[in-house]
Structures are given as C-alpha cells and as structure tokens.
T-cell receptor, first 115, second 112 residues
C-alpha cells in the first residue's frame, strides 16, 4: 500500500529564513505533485515533477524529485508572510489507478511565516 | 474560463438522511475524483471515475456512492449520513496523463 509522508507537519518560520519540507513515499513512482491550500480554500497546483532529478522553481519555492530515494523536497527561500499556507505533496495512487491520474496525498505541512 | 464547481458550499443535515453533493466541471476532463479532508488525515480518496458509466472505489468508499452519466458531472451520495462523515469534501478533475488535478472550492458538510 502506498504511503506518502510529509515532514514537518507544522512549520513556523520567520520572514527571510530558508527552510525545506520533505515528502517521502513508499513505492516506486516517477511523478510527484505539490499543491498549496490557503485556509478555507481549494487546492492549487504548484509543481508537477515528472522524472528523477526534476527541479521546478517559482518565485521563492523550489521543488525537486529523487525517485531513487523516493523523496521530494520543497525548498523555501527567504520566506515571506504570503507563503503561509498548507502544502501537500501527492503521488500517483498505486492500488487506486495511479497510472491514470489518481493521487495519494500526504497529510500536509502547515507553514506559518511570521514577521 | 473552464472551471469546476461544487454545490452546496455548506450543508447541515441529520444522521440517517440521504445527502447528495454536486460536482460539475467544464474542463471536458475524463477523470473525476472525490476526496474528503479531515484534520490529521490530509485528503483521502473516496471514489473516482475515468469516464461516462465508469466508477471506482477509493480508499474510504464505505457509505458513499457516485454515478457518472455524462462527462461534466460526478455527484457524490451519502446513502445514510453518519456523524463520522462530517468533513470537507473536494471534487477534482484531470485530463489523461501527467496533468495535475483541478479542484473545486469544497463542500463543508456537518452531520448532527
């Protein structure tokens, strides 16, 4: 059974600092997705990582994928308050049709950036 | 612009009642999904569909059903609502391949 684990689950940062969120998954996958969710809102797609060594960057966020280690990281550079949200990673869903687009989500990392 | 809409946004009902949550997408996506989101559990897959007349059970399907009579809609039915089904429900859709899922705004369902 596919398991997707994120850590930390809660992260309180100061503005201007750097930090990394980790996403580990238990079975082979060559794809991984990152989403952002603001409180009370929907999920917004951030990154789609499609191969080993893939790196995507947008603004202060950079995501990478190591399929051999079954690990993805979401690195935050010089955090600002606007980045406060919950971040989810998701992996194609194994027993639930992962090859056709189903996703299994981690529990999310709630990021709070304080001035 | 294409979108995915859920209704109602909020609903309160009583245990034992049948409840249907609507999901409508104009992306023309083949794949549609229902998730529930609970504190400490992230998003868990309830049911999914790859096209008209196709439905499949997900990780937490007990007590829920779906039907897919057209491309645009995947309603989720709680046959006999239970307090354990109080949650926020998200519908999503995606095209084939590696494209990310697009999510609706969610339905907050409270069962008393």
């Amino acid at each position: 059974e596919l398991k997707v684990e994120q850590n930390p689950l809660f992260l309180s940062m100061q503005e201007g600092k750097n930090y990394t969120i980790y996403c580990n998954y238990s079975t082979t996958s060559d794809r991984l997705y990152w989403y952002r969710q603001d409180p009370g809102k929907s999920l917004e797609s951030l990154f789609v990582l499609l191969s080993n060594g893939a790196v995507k960057q947008e603004g202060r966020l950079m995501a990478s994928l190591d399929t051999k280690a079954r690990l993805s990281t979401l690195h935050i550079t010089a955090a600002v308050h606007d980045l406060s949200a919950t971040y989810f990673c998701a992996v194609p869903g194994g027993n639930y049709g992962g090859s056709q687009g189903n996703l299994i989500f981690g529990k999310g990392t709630k990021l709070s950036v304080k001035p | 612009d294409a979108e995915i809409t859920q209704s109602p946004r909020h609903k309160i009902t009583e245990t034992g009642r049948q409840v249907t949550l609507a999901c409508h997408q104009t992306w023309n996506h083949n794949n549609m999904f229902w998730y529930r989101q609970d504190l400490g559990h992230g998003l868990r897959l309830i049911h999914y569909s790859y096209g008209v007349q196709d439905t499949n059970k997900g990780e937490v399907s007990d007590g829920y059903s779906v039907s897919r009579s057209n491309t645009e809609d995947l309603p989720l039915t709680l046959e006999s609502a239970a307090s354990s089904q109080t949650s926020v429900y998200f519908c999503a859709s995606s095209a084939w391949g590696n494209q990310p899922q697009h999510f609706g705004d969610g339905t907050r369902l409270s069962i008393l």
